[in-house]
C-alpha cells in the first residue's frame, strides 16, 4: 500500500542503452541519494569500462530510472541502481529488475551481486522481494561513509529445476 494515501498506477518502461544525452536526467535523479550520490565523472569513469554496462528506463519519454552493471565472467553486478521519487512504487525498479534477471542463464552467467547500504530498508526490501538474498555483512564497506553494506545475490534457477521445485 502506498502510504502517500493515493494509488500510483503501474508505468510500462521502455528500458534502454543509456546515452550520454541521458546524463542529465540521470543525474537529475542521481542527487536525490545523499550522501551517496554518484557525479557525473563518477558515472563516465565507471562507463569507460567495457565491461560496464548502463542502461535507463523510460516512461512516456521521460527517464524515470536506471541502472549501472557490470559483466564479470559468471555474475552481473549491480553498481548504482535508482528510480526517480515520483515513480517509486508503480513497478519501475520490478521492469529494471527482471531486465537484468532475463539475462542470466545456467550456461554463462548464473548470479546478481549488489551491495545495499544497511541504513537503506527500502532497497534490501525492494530486492529481497525480488528474489534477492542477503549472503554477508561488509564491514565498512562504503568509503564515504564507513557504513557497512548487505551482500545481496540473485541465483538464478534453471526452468527444469523450476518445475521440480514447483512439483516436489
Given at each position: 500500500m502506498n502510504t502517500s494515501g493515493t494509488f500510483k498506477a503501474p508505468c510500462q518502461v521502455h528500458i534502454r542503452w543509456m546515452i550520454r544525452r541521458d546524463m542529465p536526467q540521470v543525474l537529475e535523479i542521481e542527487s536525490s541519494r545523499q550522501p551517496s550520490a554518484w557525479t557525473e565523472d563518477d558515472f563516465l569513469?565507471?562507463?569507460?569500462?567495457?565491461?560496464?554496462?548502463?542502461?535507463?528506463?523510460?516512461?512516456d519519454d521521460r527517464i524515470v530510472g536506471y541502472m549501472i552493471y557490470e559483466l564479470n565472467k559468471y555474475k552481473l553486478q549491480i553498481l548504482n541502481f535508482a528510480v526517480h521519487e515520483e515513480f517509486r512504487r508503480r513497478s519501475v525498479a520490478s521492469q529494471m529488475a527482471s531486465k537484468l534477471i532475463g539475462k542470466l542463464s545456467s550456461h554463462r552467467r548464473t548470479k546478481i551481486t549488489l551491495f545495499v547500504r544497511e541504513s537503506n530498508l527500502?532497497?534490501?526490501?525492494?530486492?529481497?522481494?525480488?528474489?534477492f538474498k542477503a549472503m554477508e555483512i561488509a564491514h565498512d564497506h562504503f568509503e564515504d561513509t564507513g557504513e557497512d553494506a548487505y551482500v545481496m545475490q540473485y541465483v538464478h534457477k534453471d526452468p527444469v529445476e523450476k518445475r521440480q521445485l514447483r512439483a516436489g
Open positions: 569513469r565507471v562507463l569507460r569500462q567495457r565491461n560496464c554496462i548502463g542502461m535507463v528506463a523510460e516512461c527500502s532497497a534490501q526490501l525492494f530486492f529481497r522481494s525480488s528474489g
